[in-house]
Nanobody
Framework: VQLQASGGGLVQPGGSLRLSCSAS????????MGWFRQAPGKEREFVAAVRKGTTSTYYADSVKGRFTISRDAAFNNRVHLQMNSLRPEDTAVYYC?????????????????????WGQGTLVTVSS
């Protein structure tokens, strides 16, 4: 299984970026997918996820209303993270993640241990 994240970069506060994650080696429509991030000197934290087999989504309180996660309608092995109203505190390396074959309960989507597969990450820098 390989996860390739793209779309990171430098953006000014208040700007937008769209991250994409492409998966190979599995059919991600059968898995939950999500994003975590890790800022310098900080612990890894949950950002957003879409539930296995559904369009149900979960968000960290810090990004709710600003970020939107979605599965690609045309490509079943791709998920996107639309990030609007970006803030300097959103600066981090963003990691695409995929759950295993089970069906996690809702609360599990917020935990890193739920995800079996992790991408290499893409850097998002929010700065003027």
């Amino acid at each position: 299984v390989q996860l390739q994240a793209s779309g990171g970069g430098l953006v000014q506060p208040g700007g937008s970026l769209r991250l994409s994650c492409s998966a190979s080696g599995l059919t991600v429509s059968r898995n939950g997918m999500g994003w975590f991030r890790q800022a310098p000197g900080k612990e890894r934290e949950f950002v957003a996820a879409v539930r296995k087999g559904t369009t149900s989504t979960y968000y960290a309180d810090s990004v709710k209303g600003r970020f939107t996660i979605s599965r690609d309608a045309a490509f079943n092995n791709r998920v996107h993270l639309q990030m609007n109203s970006l803030r300097p505190e959103d600066t981090a390396v963003y990691y695409c993640v995929v759950t295993g074959a089970g069906n996690p309960i809702s609360s599990a989507y917020f935990r890193p241990s739920t995800y079996f597969h992790w991408g290499q990450g893409t850097l998002v820098t929010v700065s003027s």
